[in-house]
Protein backbone atom coordinates (compact mmCIF):
# COMPACT_ATOMS: atom_id res chain seq x y z
CA UNK A 1 0.00 0.00 0.00
CA UNK A 2 1.36 3.23 -0.69
CA UNK A 3 0.31 6.81 -1.60
CA UNK A 4 1.75 9.50 -3.84
CA UNK A 5 4.43 11.91 -1.98
CA UNK A 6 3.05 14.54 -0.72
CA UNK A 7 5.23 17.60 1.81
CA UNK A 8 4.74 18.29 4.97
CA UNK A 9 2.57 20.94 5.80
CA UNK A 10 4.15 22.37 8.57
CA UNK A 11 6.92 25.86 7.73
CA UNK A 12 9.50 24.19 9.17
CA UNK A 13 9.78 21.65 6.48
CA UNK A 14 11.45 22.06 3.84
CA UNK A 15 12.55 19.09 2.09
CA UNK A 16 11.19 16.18 3.95
CA UNK A 17 8.46 14.09 1.93
CA UNK A 18 5.62 11.94 3.11
CA UNK A 19 5.19 8.72 0.92
CA UNK A 20 2.58 7.15 3.39
CA UNK A 21 0.52 7.81 6.39
CA UNK A 22 -2.92 6.59 8.14
CA UNK A 23 -4.06 6.74 11.42
CA UNK A 24 -1.01 4.51 13.02
CA UNK A 25 2.31 5.27 11.34
CA UNK A 26 3.89 7.72 9.27
CA UNK A 27 6.71 6.71 6.29
CA UNK A 28 9.33 9.25 5.50
CA UNK A 29 11.23 10.05 2.84
CA UNK A 30 14.29 11.65 4.92
CA UNK A 31 16.74 13.50 3.37
CA UNK A 32 20.92 13.33 3.83
CA UNK A 33 21.79 15.82 6.85
CA UNK A 34 18.76 15.53 8.74
CA UNK A 35 19.17 13.86 12.36
CA UNK A 36 16.26 11.33 13.23
CA UNK A 37 16.09 12.52 16.54
CA UNK A 38 17.65 15.28 19.08
CA UNK A 39 20.85 14.61 20.57
CA UNK A 40 23.09 15.99 23.38
CA UNK A 41 25.03 17.73 21.60
CA UNK A 42 22.55 18.97 19.01
CA UNK A 43 20.07 21.77 19.16
CA UNK A 44 19.23 22.08 15.79
CA UNK A 45 15.45 20.45 13.97
CA UNK A 46 15.10 16.64 13.65
CA UNK A 47 12.41 14.16 12.41
CA UNK A 48 11.34 13.84 15.68
CA UNK A 49 10.72 17.93 15.44
CA UNK A 50 8.69 17.70 12.53
CA UNK A 51 6.95 14.19 13.64
CA UNK A 52 5.51 16.49 16.67
CA UNK A 53 4.93 19.66 15.01
CA UNK A 54 2.38 17.79 12.99
CA UNK A 55 0.97 15.33 15.55
CA UNK A 56 1.61 16.90 19.15
CA UNK A 57 -0.38 13.66 20.28
CA UNK A 58 2.18 11.63 20.64
CA UNK A 59 3.88 13.84 23.43
CA UNK A 60 1.45 12.04 25.66
CA UNK A 61 2.77 8.92 25.34
CA UNK A 62 5.80 8.68 23.50
CA UNK A 63 9.43 8.96 24.78
CA UNK A 64 11.19 11.71 25.78
CA UNK A 65 13.11 13.29 22.59
CA UNK A 66 12.27 10.09 20.62
CA UNK A 67 8.69 10.32 20.53
CA UNK A 68 6.89 8.05 17.63
CA UNK A 69 10.52 7.02 16.87
CA UNK A 70 10.35 3.27 16.60
CA UNK A 71 13.85 3.18 13.82
CA UNK A 72 16.66 5.39 12.96
CA UNK A 73 18.70 6.37 10.13
CA UNK A 74 22.39 8.09 10.94
CA UNK A 75 21.99 11.53 9.91
CA UNK A 76 24.50 10.94 6.49
CA UNK A 77 21.83 8.34 5.47
CA UNK A 78 19.09 8.87 3.62
CA UNK A 79 15.72 6.87 2.74
CA UNK A 80 12.51 5.64 4.43
CA UNK A 81 11.67 5.60 7.80
CA UNK A 82 8.46 4.56 9.65
CA UNK A 83 7.41 6.14 12.82
CA UNK A 84 4.00 5.44 14.96
CA UNK A 85 1.31 7.71 15.54
CA UNK A 86 -0.09 5.88 18.55
CA UNK A 87 1.17 4.00 21.58
CA UNK A 88 0.19 0.64 20.15
CA UNK A 89 1.21 0.64 16.55
CA UNK A 90 4.45 2.13 18.72
CA UNK A 91 4.97 -1.28 20.58
CA UNK A 92 4.24 -3.53 17.56
CA UNK A 93 6.58 -1.98 15.66
CA UNK A 94 9.18 -2.06 18.02
CA UNK A 95 8.29 -5.53 18.81
CA UNK A 96 8.66 -6.46 14.72
CA UNK A 97 12.31 -4.87 14.56
CA UNK A 98 13.52 -6.42 17.60
CA UNK A 99 11.93 -9.87 15.95
CA UNK A 100 13.76 -8.97 12.94
CA UNK A 101 10.01 -9.08 11.20
CA UNK A 102 10.41 -5.90 9.11
CA UNK A 103 12.34 -5.87 6.08
CA UNK A 104 14.65 -3.12 4.93
CA UNK A 105 17.03 -2.98 2.09
CA UNK A 106 19.28 -0.48 1.15
CA UNK A 107 21.02 0.75 -1.99
CA UNK A 108 24.75 2.09 -1.72
CA UNK A 109 27.93 2.85 -4.04
CA UNK A 110 31.01 1.68 -2.42
CA UNK A 111 34.67 2.04 -3.42
CA UNK A 112 36.19 -0.75 -5.51
CA UNK A 113 34.47 -4.07 -5.01
CA UNK A 114 33.40 -7.17 -2.93
CA UNK A 115 35.60 -10.40 -3.32
CA UNK A 116 31.55 -12.19 -4.43
CA UNK A 117 28.29 -10.97 -6.25
CA UNK A 118 26.19 -11.55 -3.52
CA UNK A 119 26.72 -13.03 0.14
CA UNK A 120 26.37 -12.55 3.92
CA UNK A 121 28.65 -10.45 6.02
CA UNK A 122 28.84 -12.04 9.02
CA UNK A 123 30.77 -9.55 11.39
CA UNK A 124 30.31 -9.02 15.08
CA UNK A 125 30.35 -5.27 15.90
CA UNK A 126 31.24 -3.24 19.09
CA UNK A 127 32.07 0.30 19.54
CA UNK A 128 35.68 1.11 18.37
CA UNK A 129 38.17 1.54 21.19
CA UNK A 130 39.90 4.23 18.40
CA UNK A 131 36.93 6.55 18.18
CA UNK A 132 34.03 6.13 20.19
CA UNK A 133 31.61 7.46 17.04
CA UNK A 134 32.22 4.24 15.30
CA UNK A 135 31.60 0.90 15.34
CA UNK A 136 34.03 -1.95 14.13
CA UNK A 137 34.73 -5.45 13.65
CA UNK A 138 35.68 -6.95 17.21
CA UNK A 139 35.43 -10.65 17.75
CA UNK A 140 33.79 -10.04 20.97
CA UNK A 141 30.74 -7.75 19.68
CA UNK A 142 27.28 -8.22 18.61
CA UNK A 143 26.18 -10.61 15.95
CA UNK A 144 25.56 -8.46 12.83
CA UNK A 145 24.71 -9.85 9.38
CA UNK A 146 24.07 -8.14 6.37
CA UNK A 147 23.33 -9.81 3.11
CA UNK A 148 24.30 -8.02 -0.16
CA UNK A 149 24.36 -8.04 -4.10
CA UNK A 150 25.91 -6.68 -6.52
CA UNK A 151 23.75 -4.53 -9.10
CA UNK A 152 26.43 -2.90 -11.24
CA UNK A 153 30.44 -2.53 -11.48
CA UNK A 154 31.53 0.33 -12.95
CA UNK A 155 35.27 -0.45 -13.94
CA UNK A 156 36.26 2.94 -15.38
CA UNK A 157 35.18 4.83 -11.82
CA UNK A 158 36.17 1.64 -9.56
CA UNK A 159 33.01 1.76 -7.88
CA UNK A 160 30.15 -0.73 -7.08
CA UNK A 161 26.29 -0.59 -6.74
CA UNK A 162 25.43 -2.79 -4.09
CA UNK A 163 21.49 -3.49 -2.55
CA UNK A 164 22.08 -4.46 0.87
CA UNK A 165 19.64 -6.29 3.07
CA UNK A 166 20.05 -5.76 7.02
CA UNK A 167 19.24 -9.42 8.68
CA UNK A 168 20.41 -7.78 12.00
CA UNK A 169 20.20 -3.88 12.83
CA UNK A 170 23.18 -2.81 14.43
CA UNK A 171 24.01 1.12 14.96
CA UNK A 172 26.38 1.65 11.82
CA UNK A 173 25.99 -1.90 10.74
CA UNK A 174 26.88 -1.03 6.82
CA UNK A 175 28.90 1.19 7.15
CA UNK A 176 31.42 -0.37 9.85
CA UNK A 177 30.61 -3.93 7.28
CA UNK A 178 31.95 -2.20 4.76
CA UNK A 179 35.05 -0.65 6.01
CA UNK A 180 36.26 -3.96 7.17
CA UNK A 181 35.82 -5.00 3.65
CA UNK A 182 37.87 -2.05 2.12
CA UNK A 183 35.07 -0.92 0.45
CA UNK A 184 33.97 1.58 2.53
CA UNK A 185 30.55 3.69 1.12
CA UNK A 186 31.20 6.86 -1.06
CA UNK A 187 32.12 10.20 0.86
CA UNK A 188 31.50 8.14 4.38
CA UNK A 189 34.95 9.54 5.43
CA UNK A 190 34.35 8.77 9.01
CA UNK A 191 34.57 5.03 7.91
CA UNK A 192 37.87 5.71 5.34
CA UNK A 193 36.35 6.43 2.41
CA UNK A 194 37.89 9.32 0.26
CA UNK A 195 35.85 12.64 -0.05
CA UNK A 196 34.18 13.08 -2.83
CA UNK A 197 33.29 16.43 -3.71
CA UNK A 198 29.95 15.31 -5.76
CA UNK A 199 28.33 14.66 -3.25
CA UNK A 200 27.33 17.74 -0.53
CA UNK A 201 27.97 17.76 2.87
CA UNK A 202 26.75 15.53 5.70
CA UNK A 203 25.95 13.12 2.84
CA UNK A 204 27.30 9.06 2.01
CA UNK A 205 26.00 6.91 -0.83
CA UNK A 206 23.83 4.89 1.73
CA UNK A 207 19.85 4.76 1.19
CA UNK A 208 16.98 3.29 2.61
CA UNK A 209 15.39 2.10 -0.02
CA UNK A 210 12.55 -0.37 0.42
CA UNK A 211 10.73 -1.24 3.99
CA UNK A 212 8.42 -3.82 4.06
CA UNK A 213 6.30 -5.21 7.26
CA UNK A 214 2.69 -6.70 8.08
CA UNK A 215 0.70 -4.66 10.67
CA UNK A 216 -2.87 -6.06 11.83
CA UNK A 217 -2.97 -8.37 9.02
CA UNK A 218 -2.20 -5.98 6.85
CA UNK A 219 0.94 -6.61 4.23
CA UNK A 220 2.70 -2.82 3.10
CA UNK A 221 5.78 -2.31 1.17
CA UNK A 222 7.14 1.18 0.35
CA UNK A 223 10.13 2.31 -1.78
CA UNK A 224 11.88 5.28 -2.60
CA UNK A 225 14.39 6.34 -5.57
CA UNK A 226 17.92 7.00 -4.38
CA UNK A 227 19.50 11.06 -4.32
CA UNK A 228 19.88 12.20 -7.28
CA UNK A 229 24.13 12.29 -6.76
CA UNK A 230 23.98 8.68 -7.07
CA UNK A 231 23.98 9.32 -10.60
CA UNK A 232 25.78 12.40 -10.66
CA UNK A 233 28.79 10.54 -9.17
CA UNK A 234 28.08 7.58 -11.84
CA UNK A 235 27.71 10.32 -14.50
CA UNK A 236 24.64 8.60 -15.93
Not at 81 to 97: H, P, Q, R, T, W
Not at 118 to 129: C, E, F, K, Q, V
Not at 208 to 223: G, I, Q, W
Request: hydrophobic letters at 35%; a neutral charge.
Amino acid sequence: MESPYCYFRSSKISNIKVVYEDDNFIIFNKPNGLLTHPTNKSTELTLRDYLVDEHPSILSWGEENREGIVHRLDRVTSGLIVCALNLESYNLLKGKFKNREITKSYVALIEGALPSDSGILNLPLARSLKNRSKRSVDTNGRNSSTKYELLNFYEDLNISKIELDLITGRNHQIRAHMEYMKTPILNDTLYNASKNHIIPENSIALHSAVLKFTLDNEKYSFSSDVPSFFNRVLDV
